[in-house]
């Protein structure tokens, strides 16, 4: 299943949908809703990464300043194929475009692999990849 990057400014209807259904396990910070956090992150100068196939978005991320990467989520029902890995590398793909001269994530022992294979190099906590 071929994802799409895309960049979300302002969701409409169907894509609030989708992204509650890929946040809806994902421990979001205590907010009134997922439209008021989609708020939140982008008053911090965050920007909404999204991965879309058939119509539908299934993954979603936030990248800040520097490139840093930050809640990658993938919708349930599509985890395990891949989703997250074709998000990540839609977005390698475009870093130039996008004036990045690096992507940044967190450590965590859930993504490391992950992280590891797309060729990000462990730094202390963090995960770097150079375009």
Same mark, same amino acid.
């Given at each position: 299943?071929?994802?799409?990057?895309?960049?979300?400014?302002?969701?409409?209807?169907?894509?609030?949908?989708?992204?509650?259904?890929?946040?809806?396990?994902?421990?979001?910070?205590?907010?009134?809703?997922?439209?008021? =956090?989609? *708020?939140? /992150? !982008?008053?911090?100068?965050?920007?909404?990464?999204?991965?879309? *196939?058939?119509?539908?978005?299934?993954? %979603?991320? =936030?990248?800040? !300043?520097?490139?840093?990467? %930050?809640?990658?989520?993938?919708? %349930?029902?599509? !985890?395990?194929?891949?989703?997250?890995?074709?998000?990540?590398?839609?977005?390698?793909?475009?870093?130039?475009?996008?004036?990045?001269?690096?992507?940044?994530?967190?450590?965590? %022992?859930?993504?490391?692999?992950?992280?590891?294979?797309?060729? *990000? /190099?462990?730094?202390?906590?963090? =995960?770097? =990849? /150079?375009?």
């Amino acid at each position: 299943m071929p994802v799409q990057l895309e960049i979300i400014n302002q969701p409409d209807p169907a894509d609030l949908a989708d992204l509650e259904k890929i946040y809806a396990d994902y421990p979001l910070p205590p907010v009134a809703s997922l439209a008021d =956090w989609l *708020f939140d /992150q !982008r008053e911090a100068g965050n920007t909404l990464i999204a991965g879309r *196939f058939n119509g539908h978005l299934l993954a %979603a991320l =936030w990248l800040g !300043r520097g490139g840093r990467m %930050a809640h990658l989520c993938v919708r %349930a029902s599509t !985890r395990r194929r891949g989703t997250a890995r074709q998000l990540v590398q839609r977005l390698q793909q475009q870093a130039k475009q996008m004036h990045l001269a690096q992507l940044e994530a967190a450590d965590s %022992a859930l993504l490391s692999p992950l992280w590891r294979e797309l060729g *990000f /190099q462990q730094s202390g906590s963090t =995960w770097i =990849w /150079q375009s």
